[in-house]
């Protein structure tokens, strides 16, 4: 990585290098919870996806959900990580009142995925960022303290929801490497089906350890834990926030102390949550209700046969096949659903006009009505559809913006919107050579001017043929054939 | 009447089928007889109104081809029953009421059974002496002021009482054996994962075992035909292939290899429990079995071990009765003190006393010290038996170190107490199946028992020996009725 690029806090004639990892909640695509067959719909009705054991009833006993493992194998695989052929749930004691059970079901020592990485692209190059671990836990319910002023109510519908904790090395150098690593993270499982990634509701959140060093510096500073971060941006201004703050203590000669810090979104800023001597003793044990996890090799093969095409490989395929750049593939891949459509859009298409009307127009139109891919108006069939019609001639680029503007707000094919409009091209050249006379004929100043040199005037044609026309002409023949009748 | 509850289960099921005898009036006399013996504070909750509607409904339109066709009973009060207060012994259940069934007690509805209540236990199953329940000390017909054992004291009084002709109790170190053992009654801890734990409010989850308590051997095979089946609910739980205990039982023993560990002959035992042991040793052999001495090396560190997994397991189990969402709450400023009012009010001195040891051998910089070590030391007590069983079929011991004590006698002395699971722990550490069966009396006519340890899911050999065995022990209770009034 060249220097000039590097993210930096300087002080005076100090300059930190900030070292991140993240640990990242992802909620496991699933209909069922993690030891429970309650169901996991998002938006419910509180306390209506619970079961005797995501309440802890008395006598009540956890028993996997074995989709949820798959999905976790699933995962580490997509993230090249080892997959731990036994592992164990461990229970994490606390109390609180969205925690029925007074502990957690999670893995501690013997994670089920271990250690892994994701490639970003960063602008000057690629960039390998490693994987600790992936383990699978049980989300808690949710207190709720603004309903009611005198109590805290308590939902139990996450309450046993399956999360999987990946868990990143601190290879993380920047904010903007943060928002690289979480997309890419986001892309891979979407990919893969193993969790929805999204950020609003909650499927994926993430608790950021930041420190920082002098550069040069190879020892890690004291780092800091801001919990629960729930949006990239957030975590990218929870980081510049706390590394600044830790830049002016280590500054004025103080140190970091090791602790547990809360992101005030409004305020933006961090703050101590606790501290290292007020950490939680988790008094993790085995769960003596669960056996150790043991997958066969069968039982993992089998899962990689499921595994699709991820982002890193159909760059490569969309860079070496379709001869786009490095950078269009990657904006193609990023999210699947994209890619999906572009390799719909280009079954019956030409490539480089796909390329150009998805990145261009429909990103623009999505962007601007604040829509996913999923939810785009216009369907890779008909973008299909208007490409052909591009490039067989029928109408003009031009043109076809003004189909693409119908089609965004009223979903038709562009068939029937340039019959309906009357927007086809005019590619008759003897209609055209008429309408070239005509223009001629009406202005022979500066027809006259033209043959004397002022070349620029050939502009001025073409606009007046074109407002004859209603801009149906096409293009390419008024060029030729005002070029013969003036020269 | 009194002949209906002098019949064995086995029995009384026979007379059923033959209908000598109607569901109701068997329930009835139950019912009647528990009427006159509150004294023993056997009971939790009766459910006797719905129990003599369902011998009713039985004696209607029952299926007699069922297992326990009609057949009352009372459970030990740990199974979660459907509609019925399900209170383990403590204030912080006291007002809980399931709205499921065990799966233990649910085979036993299932096989034509009627529940009679819920018999008293220590709270959440710790103690050896039912002194520790929230709903007072049981009383055991055996003598008067005398403790029935623990936990499942309710379940070994009401049954010698005869005021349920079997029941079900379960076993975390020693709490049907012992109990049984102080009652002249028969009791057999299953294997670790023969009968499934769902709806059984835990103490510690790898060694607890429901299991039956009954009047004799054969009824012992008959309930475990009952309860021991594989459950897809309990993770722990195991798909073996379970015999048919009941009609297989056989009092063929010749050749039978029984060890007899040289480490259980402890200090400080009472003569007539060694002498117990000794006629033990000679009836098996007059049965032809072979006996061989052996040793169980890691034995002395059961009791140590056993006394820090339990609790480390307890006091995460019972994390959740916590007065967020049901059982007893005491209000609080905020949500700390309403944890703090409901548990230091909700759960008794024993239960408080084994949570603090649990929380305290699971926290950082003592968890490798005690708890790993202990799991260890699980591990190598395993191994004893592993190694021993490469050359004997089972293993022969006494129950207890002592008979029946009275009530009072060890509650301010918690470690005493707790010696009298000595030869009972190591069973549970290792997940295998033991019995407690009669065997004879000490000085003050309180029974004493013989455990017979088998090897892990191999239950029918453990009941023929037993069964062999009680046919020339002939033990008889002989109780005087001195409760009932």
């Known amino acids: 990585m060249s220097k000039n690029k590097e993210y930096l806090i300087k002080r005076g004639s100090s300059e930190y290098e900030v070292i991140i990892g993240l640990e990242v909640h992802a909620q496991v695509l699933s209909k069922s919870k993690l030891f429970s067959d309650s169901p996991t719909n998002f938006g419910a009705e509180p306390n209506t996806q619970v079961s005797l054991v995501d309440a802890a009833f008395p006598g009540m006993l956890p028993v996997i959900n074995e989709f949820c493992i798959k ?12 997959i731990n052929k036994k592992s164990i749930f461990d229970r994490k004691n606390y109390f609180y009142a969205d925690l029925p059970q007074g502990y957690q079901i999670s893995q501690y020592k013997d994670p089920i995925v271990g250690e892994g990485s994701i490639l970003l692209d960063l602008p000057d190059g690629e960039k390998n960022v490693g994987i600790e671990r992936l383990h699978l836990e049980q989300d808690a319910g949710k207190s709720i303290h603004d309903i009611d002023p005198q109590n805290t109510l308590v939902d139990l519908n996450r309450s046993g929801v399956a999360l999987m904790e990946i868990v990143s090395k601190p290879d993380l150098r920047s904010p903007e490497e943060v928002n690289l690593y979480i997309k890419k993270l986001r892309s891979i499982m979407r990919y893969l089906g193993t969790c929805d990634g999204n950020m609003q509701e909650g499927s994926l959140r ?5 420190s920082i060093r002098k550069t040069g510096d190879k020892k890690l500073g004291t780092r800091c834990e801001i919990k629960n971060v729930n949006s990239i941006k957030f975590m990218q201004m929870a980081i510049e926030y706390e590394a600044n703050r830790q830049a ?21 800023e961090t703050r101590s949550m606790r501290s290292k001597e007020d950490a939680h003793d988790y008094r993790y044990f085995p769960d003596p209700d669960l056996l150790p996890l043991e997958l066969t090799e069968d039982f993992i093969s089998k899962i990689k046969k499921e595994i699709p095409e991820l982002p890193d490989e159909k760059k490569k395929r969309f860079v070496d096949k379709f001869k786009l750049t490095p950078y269009e593939a990657n904006i193609l891949v990023s999210d699947i659903e994209t890619s999906k459509y572009f390799e719909n859009v280009i079954k019956n298409s030409d490539v480089k006009l796909a390329t150009n009307w998805i990145t261009g127009e429909l990103f623009a139109l999505l962007n601007d009505r604040n829509l996913e891919m999923s939810e785009s108006p216009i369907s890779s069939k008909n973008l299909s559809t208007l490409i052909n019609l591009i490039k067989d001639g029928t109408i003009s680029g031009k043109i076809a913006k003004t189909v693409f503007e119908i089609m965004a707000n009223e979903s038709k094919d562009p068939k029937s919107i340039i019959d309906e409009k009357g927007l086809k091209q005019q590619s008759d050249p003897k209609e055209i050579e008429k309408i070239v006379d005509a223009v001629i004929k009406e202005n022979p100043k500066n027809v006259e001017l033209f043959k004397s040199g002022k070349d620029k005037l050939f502009g001025f044609f073409v606009g007046q043929v074109m407002k004859k026309t209603d801009g149906k002409a096409n293009p390419k023949l008024v060029n030729d054939i005002l070029k013969k009748k003036l020269n | 009447m009194s002949d209906i509850i002098n019949l064995t289960l086995s029995a009384l099921i026979d007379k059923i089928k033959k209908k000598e005898l109607s569901s109701q009036e068997i329930t009835n006399a139950y019912i009647a007889r528990a009427e006159k013996s509150k004294d023993l504070n056997t009971y939790i909750t009766t459910d006797f109104e719905n129990a003599i509607e369902k011998a009713k409904k039985f004696d209607e339109k029952g299926n007699f081809d069922c297992k326990l066709p009609g057949v009352p009973l009372a459970v030990k009060d740990l199974f979660c029953t459907n509609n019925l207060k399900t209170t383990a012994g403590s204030k912080i259940l006291s007002n809980f009421i399931p709205s499921y069934e065990s799966t233990v007690t649910q085979y036993l509805w299932d096989e034509g059974a009627i529940l009679l209540g819920k018999l008293n236990c220590d709270e959440f199953a710790m103690g050896s002496s039912n002194e520790t329940s929230f709903f007072g000390n049981v009383e055991s017909p055996v003598g008067k002021k005398v403790v029935p054992g623990g936990s499942s004291g309710g379940s070994a009084s009401a049954l010698a009482a005869k005021l349920t002709p079997a029941t079900i109790g379960t076993d975390t170190g020693g709490s049907i054996r012992q109990p049984a053992s102080f009652t002249g009654t028969v009791g057999l801890k299953p294997t670790y994962g023969s009968c499934s734990r769902y709806g059984i409010v835990a103490f510690a989850s790898s060694l607890d075992q429901a299991g039956p308590m009954t009047q004799d051997v054969s009824d012992a095979a008959l309930m475990l035909d009952v309860i021991s089946k594989y459950d897809t609910k309990d993770s722990t739980s195991v798909n073996f292939k379970r015999g048919d205990y009941f009609k297989s039982l056989s009092s063929n023993i010749k050749g039978k290899k029984i060890g007899i560990p040289k480490e259980y002959r402890v200090d400080g035992m009472p003569k007539e429990i060694e002498s117990l042991w000794q006629d033990g040793i000679t009836l098996l052999k007059k049965l032809g079995a072979k006996i061989i001495d052996i040793s169980l090396p890691h034995t002395k560190y059961a009791l140590p071990a056993y006394y820090i997994v339990a609790p480390a397991e307890a006091s995460s189990n019972l994390a959740r009765y916590d007065g967020v969402k049901y059982g007893y709450r005491s209000e609080g400023e905020n949500l700390i003190s309403m944890y703090e009012n409901t548990r230091s009010e909700g759960f008794g001195d024993e239960v408080k006393r084994r949570i603090m040891i649990g929380t305290y051998v699971l926290s950082s910089g003592y968890y490798d010290a005690y708890y790993l070590k202990a799991q260890k030391i699980r591990r190598l007590i395993k191994n004893d038996f592993d190694e021993v069983y490469k050359s004997v079929d089972a293993i022969l011991t006494p129950s207890t170190p002592s008979s029946a004590f009275k009530i009072g006698d060890k509650t301010d002395d918690p470690v005493s ?24 009396k000490d000085k003050n006519n309180y029974p004493l028992g013989l455990q017979i340890i088998g090897k892990a899911f191999e ?9 062999s065995m009680e046919k020339e022990l002939n033990f008889k209770n002989n109780l005087q009725d001195w409760w009932i009034k």
């Open chain 1, 71 to 82: 999905q976790a194998v699933k995962t580490g695989i997509g993230l090249n990580a080892v």
């Open chain 1, 206 to 210: 993430a608790d950021v350890n930041v």
């Open chain 1, 248 to 268: 002016d203590i280590l500054e004025e000669g103080g140190s970091i102390d090791q602790e547990t810090r809360l992101f005030d979104t409004k305020k933006n």
């Open chain 2, 417 to 440: 107490m707790y010696l009298n699971d000595i030869f009972t722990v190591p069973v549970n550490l290792s997940g295998l199946p033991a019995i407690s069966i009669p065997a004879g």
């Open chain 2, 459 to 467: 239950e029918q050999n453990l009941l023929d020996i037993s069964y």
